[in-house]
Structures are given as structure tokens and as C-alpha cells.
Nanobody
Framework: QVQLVESGGGLVQAGGSLRLSCVASGSTSRISAMGWYRQAPGKQRELVATLSISDGGRTTYADSVKGRFTISRDNAKTTAYLQMNSLKPEDTAVYYC????????????WGQGTQVTVSS
């Protein structure tokens, strides 16, 4: 089992920044990738950014956040971060951390989510 705990959400004005953290515990050696996903009211959950631990740290981003958001991890590979800059009201959502388990690259474990609200 892998447990994920997110933190760092909050209320920020448009143009501001936030940094989300996701701490993984449990069977962390099984994690192949970690990612951030978000779900706005009335919308489906969507991918924001992913980081492959098994593929040399390769990252992917949604087009809507490229150039503004950066995903990273600590050297112990147990914490993932999402640095969010130049935030827009449309970034408002609950942000979830997801972890994939070898050999899959699709998230299997999820955190409880953290609310990000961007005011105009």
C-alpha cells in the first residue's frame, strides 16, 4: 500500500503562486510515477503534470499549464511538488496527487486532495 498526503493549497489572487506538496509513505519503492491531477466543479478529473521515476524523471504537462507549473520531487523520491506560478481563475480546482505502481504508469493510489482557489 502507498499513502499520499497533499498540502499547500489555499486562496490566492490571479497572478500569484502556490506550491503543492505530496508526501508518499508505505511501499514507496513500488512507485513508478507520481502526478498531479485536478477536478473543478462539474468537470472531470484532468491530468496536470506527471513525473516518471522509472524513466529518468521524464515530465509531462497539460497544455494549459505549460510554462507556468513545474513538477519535481525530492532526492528520496518520496515527495512530489507542484510549483504553480502565474495562477489564473481557471486553475481553481481540487488538486489530487496520484501514484503509479510498477509496471504501470497510470495512477493507482490517490491522496485526499487539496483545494486551490484563484480569485480574479
Amino acid at each position: 500500500q502507498v499513502q499520499l498526503v497533499e498540502s499547500g493549497g489555499g486562496l490566492v489572487q490571479a497572478g500569484g503562486s502556490l506550491r503543492l506538496s505530496c508526501v508518499a509513505s508505505g511501499s514507496t519503492s513500488r512507485i513508478s510515477a507520481m502526478g498531479w491531477y485536478r477536478q473543478a466543479p462539474g468537470k472531470q478529473r484532468e491530468l496536470v503534470a506527471t513525473l516518471s521515476i522509472s524513466d529518468g524523471g521524464r515530465t509531462t504537462y497539460a497544455d494549459s499549464v505549460k510554462g507556468r507549473f513545474t513538477i519535481s520531487r525530492d532526492n528520496a523520491k518520496t515527495t512530489a511538488y507542484l510549483q504553480m506560478n502565474s495562477l489564473k481563475p481557471e486553475d481553481t480546482a481540487v488538486y489530487y496527487c496520484g501514484a503509479a505502481i510498477f509496471p504501470s504508469s497510470r495512477p493507482y493510489f490517490w491522496g485526499q486532495g487539496t483545494q486551490v482557489t484563484v480569485s480574479s
